[in-house]
């Protein structure tokens, strides 16, 4: 009889949920601070980028609460090629009609809106990719059937790539990640890391490789030779020294909220490069305090993700996990210097409306997923 009035409740990671709502408050800040003297200067508005994210991020925060909410996570499958298709066919047009910005077409403008489709591509392909998993099931571990399902994300990438070499890269990442997570084979990603390894140790001759046979455009191949020599590139690599220099002054405990020195001379420090203006004003604490909080978010969504109802909702979970962790990590090693400078935000903090509208209603799917856990109550 005892066990007959246990009743059964639904779970919902509060927790993910604060840590976002606090990242994302967080990024308003140091955004205000990191963008403030531009915004004056250029837009005769100290708040002109802070009241434009703002308002993005009480959307966002809609969104999310709504998907987390009221939305089943499993219509996504259902539509996921229709999703797919979508996004895929606004890539192609980005690449056709698109707007240039440094050097490459990434933009496309509908109905007065400004947004990158590969942005929505990488939630296309965690979407087909979780429906693709859940469909093969254990065949995943037969090669004939893994390589294919790799194909919905890497060709997309590599297409992507071809403008947006870090988007390309992220999306990668995330399918080797997905597969990787629901395969039993390890030794072929260990040989793909391994390769990863040797080209980034002997990154100039490999770079050389990918021009001769048309992969890297002239700008990217030039971003990689001044990251191996930044004091032979000084026009190239202004931003990139000027974050270092932030880094640098930073010390344990920084300057001060709002004391950066270096954001009165570095070009649009609210977006890729914000990392540096962290480590100026909050020092190495802050640095460290901010990568502890990705480090939990990652953490709550792998538990969302080991406890999901289903293959689907899991896989879903892993794939936004992998984005998440992918892009902090490259945009830190781009502000570090540790990589060539790709063009990466760094998430919930840098200034990008869409791309945190986007984030969030990742976020919101993770939770979506977490409510259906079921648990046991007395």
Known sequence: MADKKKKQGHFYDFSLLFAVLFITGFGLIMMYSASGYSAQSQMNDAMYYLKRQAVFAVLGIGVMLFVSRFFDYHLLGKFNLIIYVIAAVLVVLTMAIGLSSHGSSRWISLAGVRFQPSEIMKIAVIIVESSVITHYGYRINDWHTAV??????????????????????????????????????????????????????????????????????????????????????????????????????????????????????????????????????????????????????????????????????????????????????????????????TGITLPFVSYGGTSLVLLMSEVGICLSVSRQIVIERQ
């Open 148 to 341: 294919p399902v790799m194909a919905w994300g890497i060709i997309p990438g590599a297409v992507i790539a071809f403008n947006n070499l870090s988007t390309g890269m992220i999306i990668a990442g995330i399918t080797f990640g997905m597969i990787f997570v629901a395969c039993q084979k390890y030794w072929p990603f260990a040989t793909l890391g391994l390769f990863g390894i040797l080209a980034y140790v002997f990154a100039y001759p490999f770079a050389r490789f990918l021009e001769n046979i048309h992969v890297l455009h002239a700008y990217q191949l030039t971003r990689i030779f001044s990251w191996k020599d930044p004091a032979s590139y000084a026009d190239e690599t202004f931003q990139t020294l000027q974050g270092l220099y932030a880094i640098g002054s930073g010390g344990i405990f920084g300057k001060g909220l709002g004391e950066s020195v270096q954001k009165f001379l570095m070009p649009e420090a609210q977006n890729d490069m914000i990392f540096t203006i962290i480590c100026e004003e909050l020092g190495l604490f802050g640095a460290v305090s901010l990568i502890l909080i990705y480090s939990f978010i990652i953490y709550r969504m792998y538990d969302i993700a080991r406890n999901a109802k289903d293959l689907f909702g899991s896989m879903l979970v892993i794939g936004i996990m992998f984005h998440i962790a992918l892009q902090a990590i490259l945009n830190i090693a781009v502000a570090t210097n540790s990589i060539p400078n």
